[in-house]
């Protein structure tokens, strides 16, 4: 699958290929400091605490496209995820979601699951479920709260791969 050809970067520079969750079912999610919706923060953290183990991969994409939501560098970002959210699951460095520099997961994903409004982010927190496969199967609009996707989650990790 394609997903599996693309690439990110940890927030320290590290190059963290998608390849490497293969066979992992695996929640991208564009994230930010800042924003109302933050508190998802700990929703994706109970996610990635209760099925890390089963197979589930959580990357928070930081983005300061939505009104300069993520004002954090891609270092002090993590002490504040951590520090105030509880959060141990990954995150990349800072990326664009939209526009002329979309990072290329995000162009990937957007293209193979458009929104209601177009393909376009609208939003912090907007929410990709990839199966163990590596095809995209479901977008989450900004305000779905993580324990709504743990259904789908649990039926994804259960079918065999």
């Not at 939505?66 to 270092?75: A, G, H, L, V, Y």
């Not at 995000?106 to 912090?124: A, C, D, V």
């Given at each position: 699958?394609?997903?599996?050809?693309?690439?990110?970067?940890?927030?320290?520079?590290?190059?963290?290929?998608?390849?490497?969750f293969k066979g992992k079912v695996v929640l991208v999610v564009n994230t930010a400091t800042r924003c109302g919706f933050a508190p998802q923060f700990e929703g994706l953290q109970d996610l990635h605490q209760k099925y890390a183990d089963k197979g589930l991969v959580v990357i928070g994409f930081p983005c300061n496209q939505?009104?300069?939501?993520?004002?954090?560098?891609?270092?002090s970002m993590i002490q504040y995820c951590q520090k105030n959210h509880g959060v141990t699951f990954q995150l990349t460095q800072k990326i664009d979601v939209n526009g002329e520099l979309?990072?290329?997961?995000?162009?990937?994903?957007?293209?193979?699951?458009?929104?209601?409004?177009?393909?376009?982010?609208?939003?912090?927190?907007t929410k990709f479920l990839i199966d163990r496969e590596g095809k995209p199967i479901k977008r989450y609009a900004p305000m779905t709260k993580p324990k709504k996707l743990e259904k789908e989650i649990v039926r994804l990790l259960n079918t065999s791969k």
């Open positions: 699958m394609p997903f599996y050809d693309l690439k990110a970067k940890t927030p320290d520079g590290k190059e963290l290929p998608m390849a490497d939505f009104r300069n939501q993520e004002p954090e560098t891609n270092e979309t990072h290329p997961i995000f162009k990937y994903l957007k293209q193979e699951l458009g929104g209601t409004f177009g393909s376009k982010i609208k939003w912090n927190f």
